[in-house]
């Protein structure tokens, strides 16, 4: 549920798989809140829906990537390797970064 989502975005994950169409809460609010909770985690849209206005919406509140439904088996693994890679090395920076002040 969007509800669990946002609970659950808390800094541990490399990314966020997003449908749009959810039981409680719309894909774009679930977004939103992870944007206005200051989370950085990287959101990929996945949908059914061909909604050019969800897309750019979705696009414009931060969204990596808007995927349509059937998404393809490739691109996807492609696109969840990169971001595996970027959320390490976000993760050795923030590490360093916090080593760095601890230090002064």
Do not use: F, Q, W
Request: charged letters at 20%; one cysteine or more.
């Amino acid at each position: 549920t969007g509800a669990a989502a946002i609970a659950a975005c808390n800094g541990t994950y490399c990314c966020v798989l997003l449908d749009l169409v959810l039981p409680d809460i719309h894909g774009i609010k679930v977004l939103e809140s992870l944007r206005t909770s200051n989370s950085d985690v990287p959101v990929v849209i996945l949908s059914g829906e061909n909604n050019v206005r969800s897309a750019v919406r979705a696009l414009k509140l931060g969204a990596i990537d808007y995927l349509p439904k059937p998404v393809n088996r490739e691109s996807m693994v492609s696109l969840l390797n990169t971001l595996y890679k970027l959320g390490g090395a976000r993760n050795s920076y923030t590490r360093l970064k916090e080593a760095i002040l601890r230090e002064t």
